[in-house]
Every structure is written in C-alpha cells, then in structure tokens.
C-alpha cells in the first residue's frame, strides 16, 4: 500500500523558514516526478512545486526564488524548503507523488501538514 507521510509544517513569522519533508513508503518513485501543492482556506487546491526524476524543477510564480524543492531518490523522500514566508503562504501542504513535471497530474497523494505563517 502506497503511503505518503509529510512533517515539518508549523506556526512561522513572516520571513521565516520552515522545510516540509515527506515520506513515500510503498513503491519507489525515482523514475517519476515529485511534488507539491497547497491548499488555503476557501480555495482550490494549488500547485506549488514539482521534481522530475532527472532533477529537473518547477514552480509556481508565487513562490519563485522562495522555494527550493528536492528529492532522494534512495530514501524516496521529497522535501521543500521554504525561507522568507508570507502569511499568503498560509495553507495545508501536500506531498504528491508518481506524475507529470509537464502536466502536474499526480496519483498519490499525503494527507496535508499545516503552515502558517502570521504578520
């Protein structure tokens, strides 16, 4: 059974940092891409980041140069690092996992950890 498992979500001041890890247990996902995706209160659920299995990266405008995603193919791990937070920034995380750099479909999905960031 796949399972993917994030931590590392919290409470942060604005301009803060914090890095969201997630474990994938299950299967191997090195020969896919990787990301994430939040989800604020009221809204759709958004794209945040994604890797592809080369390395290969892509992000949303809104968290451009902020944002740094990474992946361990040999712990099959994905993490993101997030430094100079925004309270707009506030949202559930997901960790996805086995989809697209191209298309960002994914098929497996976390169950969310919390950021927020206040002013």
């Known amino acids: 059974q796949v399972q993917l498992v994030e931590s590392g979500g919290g409470l942060v001041q604005a301009g803060g940092s914090l890095r969201l890890s997630c474990a994938a247990s299950?299967?191997?996902?090195?020969?896919?891409?990787m990301g994430w995706f939040r989800q604020a209160p009221g809204k759709e659920r958004a794209f945040v980041a994604a890797i592809g299995w080369s390395g290969s990266t892509r992000y949303s405008d809104s968290v451009k140069g902020r944002f740094t995603i990474s992946r361990d193919n040999a712990k099959n791990t994905v993490d993101l690092q997030m430094n100079s937070l925004k309270p707009e920034d506030t949202a559930v995380y997901y960790c996805?996992?086995?989809?697209?750099?191209?298309?960002?479909?994914?098929?497996?999905w976390g169950q969310g950890t919390q950021v927020t960031v206040s002013s």
């Open positions: 299950g299967r191997t996902f090195r020969n896919y891409a």
């Open positions: 996805a996992a086995e989809g697209s750099l191209y298309t960002l479909e994914f098929n497996y």
